[in-house]
Nanobody, 125 residues
Framework: QVQLVESGGGLVQAGGSLRLSCAASGRTFSLYTMAWFRQAPGKEREFVAAISYNGFSTYYADSVKGRFTISRDNANNSLYLRMNSLKPDGTAVYFC??????????????????WGQGTQVTVSS
């Protein structure tokens, strides 16, 4: 089992950058595929990015490809999401996720069973 705590959200102007972090508890972090999802007001939660347990495979939603970078530090049980060139439609609560599969994009985009509480990102125009 793993517990997840996100941080790093905030208010940023369009075109700006933020770096989200997710701290994981438990000794099995390095075994999990990790992912980021987001949920905008009035919308369903959507996949943003995923990374395999060893960091060798990454997947991105088309809407963030080229602007966002997912990374992990297994030695410190941490997951990151670097977000550049933020747009107002990036306003959402961002969630850390664990336990999915990184075999394919489809599998990764479904996520796993473990969720953090979320961190708010607001992008002003």
């Amino acid at each position: 089992q793993v517990q997840l705590v996100e941080s790093g959200g905030g208010l940023v102007q369009a075109g700006g950058s933020l770096r989200l972090s997710c701290a994981a508890s438990g000794r099995t972090f390095s075994l999990y595929t990790m992912a980021w999802f987001r949920q905008a007001p009035g919308k369903e939660r959507e996949f943003v990015a995923a990374i395999s347990y060893n960091g060798f495979s990454t997947y991105y939603a088309d809407s963030v490809k080229g602007r966002f970078t997912i990374s992990r530090d297994n030695a410190n049980n941490s997951l990151y999401l670097r977000m550049n060139s933020l747009k107002p439609d990036g306003t959402a609560v961002y969630f850390c996720n664990a336990g999915g599969s990184a075999i394919t994009y489809a599998a990764a985009s479904r996520g796993g069973g473990y969720w953090g509480q979320g961190t708010q990102v607001t992008v002003s125009s």
